[in-house]
């Protein structure tokens, strides 16, 4: 089964010389990437594998970066100060197989002193942040390689200015001057760019790098696969490694007089693997069969797991009770967690974060296993901040008009509205006590984090609801300041009862409404909304055929295709309320890029024996065309 790789943005890195800087006007030529393959590790297995992108040009990929995207300080996207500089709209591309962007760097003060170096060719590399989209299409691993897996859509999100190359693999050259024709494609002249010479040598530094990392890490006993994904040099690597082992004392072998001292080989990554692989088993996660690895652990607490992983970081437990064992684990056997990221942290084996990680996915189950009616008629959008987001609708053309001979053909008008709307934080915090922890409550710990993920899709149904019942079931204020369901709006029948015949003056409205330029939209309905109290009713108008009566309401075949959707949501609005739409999805669902679903992250609580993890959901609902929908307010 192929594993997804984690929703946070990703990283490769680039150089570039500073031949092409502009010091007047502050701009400068860059290569952001080669489109090299780079090994990487999968976060929820641990064993590695080749990412590929395809690199063949498309608008779809940059439009981030031709908007303007940011050019940020090492990936800092949480301060404003760490902007030094933004991408030169439109100048982002993507030429055989290579990627290249001119940003403008900031005059501001505060960065002077970064723009300084860069415009010195100190600082050179360049890092791109990106997101892959979708399942990659995976090739079988060889023997002694990794598999392939290759993603064919994936979107730039920023470039970042940066050190160290997290991607030693993606070693590029200055972007030459060039002049293009528009009928001609691009060339790259051959003096001063060899591209399968640049894949070639970055290819083999790469390769050179993760080999030199994995047998130092093989040879000392020491977890290095966070460094192998990470912007380490193999210097810095070999600095950890003696501080590591220092800091900790070898495992001695004592026969009679003899001693012998040996360093014990490190399987962090396997155990953490499988003592994962054991919680999700035993806690009833779907899909999880019990790997070799898991197997090991499946029989042991929670105790005697975290302390399985102590021993693994060399930590003597040795003369610990449960309770020092319970307390130690839950810090982390490198101190406070707090002061450590949640990568740097799982590199160690620390049991918060692999509970963080089990949690996360017992969440997610439990947001997949709500219902989501909204989505008959609403539709997903990404958003990349908390500011205020715009949808615009525009109009349509009118019939074209006749043309005499020696006339002059008019201006076409379309016009347009627009809709805004805020995405919102949604969250709450899961503690883990010690008392849990000791007492093995895996079942209540994953009852606890199923409960979230439904309580994080309730929230996500509340927002789609409200978009009906804001303002006493007028719904949400459009753009034009009146309420959704206005008799302005044309999408406000007469109170009567649900049936057929009462239907077909729904239906009309619908059939006449016009759009901003005074076309017909013509639109037919596909789907009835009702509450669980006309759930009945709604099914026999659909399905009267089936149900032989002589009941009004049971018109045969009149609205068979109609496709009922029942949410008792609206039970409080209104027992007599309906609504006919069409089958265009009218309703925005508005999430936070990186939080397309809820996520659970990890924190320290000092003043109490135990571990929150915090629940959290970015959402927002806006209804963008009132001319989609009918309500009638029943009777």
Request: proline share 3%.
């Given at each position: 089964m192929t594993k997804r790789t984690p929703p946070d943005l990703i990283q490769r890195a680039a150089t570039f010389e500073p031949a092409s800087f502009d010091a007047e006007a502050r701009t400068i030529d860059l290569v952001w990437s080669t489109g090299a393959d780079v090994e990487r590790s999968d976060w929820s297995t641990g064993s590695r594998f080749i990412e590929r992108m395809n690199m063949k040009p498309s608008d779809g990929k940059l439009a981030r970066l031709n908007a303007g995207a940011p050019l940020l300080d090492s990936h800092n996207s949480m301060s404003s100060s760490a902007i030094i500089g933004a991408v030169?709209?439109?100048?982002?591309?993507?030429?055989?197989?290579m990627g290249y962007a001119t940003v403008r760097l900031s005059g501001a003060a505060d960065v002077s002193n970064a723009v300084m170096k860069i415009g010195e060719g100190i600082l050179r590399n360049v890092s791109f942040g990106y997101r892959l989209i979708g399942e990659p299409t995976v090739t079988a691993a060889k023997k002694g390689a990794p598999e392939v897996r290759e993603w064919a859509e994936w979107e730039a999100h920023e470039l970042s200015m940066v050190p160290i190359p997290a991607d030693a693999g993606a070693q590029t050259r200055a972007m030459p001057a060039q002049v293009e024709?528009?009928?001609?494609?691009?060339?790259?002249?051959?003096?001063?760019?060899?591209?399968?010479?640049?894949?070639?040598?970055?290819?083999?530094?790469?390769?050179?790098?993760?080999?030199?990392?994995?047998?130092?890490?093989?040879?000392h006993g020491v977890d290095v696969a966070a460094f192998v994904d990470g912007d380490k040099s193999v210097d810095a690597v070999r600095a950890h490694i003696l501080d590591s082992l220092a800091a900790k004392s070898a495992v001695q072998d004592v026969q009679g007089t003899h001693r012998a001292a040996s360093v014990k080989t490190d399987h962090a990554d396997q155990v953490r693997a499988g003592i994962a692989n054991a919680i999700e088993f035993r806690a009833g996660l779907k899909g999880v069969t019990l790997t070799d690895?898991?197997?090991?652990?499946?029989?042991?607490?929670?105790?005697?797991?975290?302390?399985?992983?102590?021993?693994?970081?060399?930590?003597?437990?040795?003369?610990?009770?449960?309770?020092?064992i319970a307390r130690m684990a839950m810090r982390g056997a490198g101190g406070d967690l707090s002061q450590r990221s949640f990568a740097g942290a799982m590199a160690t084996g620390d049991f918060p974060f692999l509970l963080a990680n089990v949690a996360n996915k017992f969440l997610l189950e439990g947001y997949a296993a709500e219902p989501m009616s909204h989505e008959a008629f609403s539709y997903s959008r990404t958003v990349s901040d908390l500011k205020q987001v715009s949808g615009v609708r525009l109009g349509s053309i009118a019939a074209l008009p006749k043309v005499v001979?020696?006339?002059?053909?008019?201006?076409?008008?379309?016009?347009?509205?627009?809709?805004?709307?805020?995405?919102?934080?949604?969250?709450?915090?899961?503690?883990?006590?010690?008392?849990?922890?000791?007492?093995?409550?895996?079942?209540?710990?994953?009852?606890?984090?199923?409960?979230?993920?439904?309580?994080?899709?309730?929230?996500?149904?509340?927002?789609?609801?409200?978009?009906?019942?804001?303002?006493?079931?007028?719904?949400?204020?459009?753009?034009?300041?009146?309420?959704?369901?206005?008799?302005?709006?044309?999408?406000?029948?007469?109170?009567?009862?649900l049936s057929a015949a009462n239907l077909d003056t729904a239906r009309t409205l619908l059939r006449n409404q016009t759009d901003l330029t005074g076309n017909?939209?013509?639109?037919?309905?596909?789907?009835?909304?009702?509450?669980?109290?006309?759930?009945?009713?709604?099914?026999?108008?659909v399905n009267g055929s089936y149900f032989p009566t002589t009941d009004a309401t049971a018109t045969i075949g009149a609205y068979r295709s109609l496709q009922v959707v029942v949410e008792p949501r609206l039970n409080a609005l209104s027992a007599t309320v309906f609504y006919l739409m069409t089958a265009r999805k009218w309703i925005e669902i508005g999430k936070l890029a990186g939080y397309e679903s809820p996520m659970i992250e990890m924190i320290e609580q000092k003043d109490a024996d135990q571990i929150g993890y915090k629940a959290r959901y970015f959402v927002a609902a806006k209804a963008m065309d009132w001319r989609q929908v009918v309500r009638n307010p029943g009777a």
């Open positions: 030169v709209p439109g100048s982002a591309a993507i030429r055989n197989g024709s528009p009928m001609s494609e691009p060339t790259v002249p051959a003096n001063v760019i060899d591209l399968d010479a640049v894949r070639a040598e970055a290819k083999a530094t790469e390769r050179t790098r993760v080999s030199a990392i994995n047998d130092l890490g093989k040879r690895a898991g197997r090991a652990h499946a029989q042991l607490s929670l105790v005697r797991m975290a302390e399985t992983m102590l021993r693994q970081q060399g930590v003597d437990v040795s003369t610990m009770g449960n309770r020092e001979e020696g006339a002059e053909y008019t201006y076409a008008a379309t016009g347009e509205e627009r809709e805004v709307y805020t995405v919102a934080k949604y969250g709450a915090i899961l503690p883990f006590t010690m008392e849990a922890f000791i007492n093995d409550d895996l079942g209540g710990f994953k009852i606890e984090a199923d409960e979230m993920g439904r309580a994080a899709a309730r929230a996500e149904l509340g927002v789609a609801y409200s978009v009906f019942t804001d303002n006493a079931g007028g719904g949400q204020t459009m753009g034009d300041g009146n309420d959704l369901f206005t008799v302005g709006h044309l999408n406000l029948d007469s109170a009567t009862a017909f939209v013509g639109s037919a309905p596909a789907i009835l909304l009702v509450n669980s109290a006309l759930e009945g009713v709604a099914d026999r108008i």
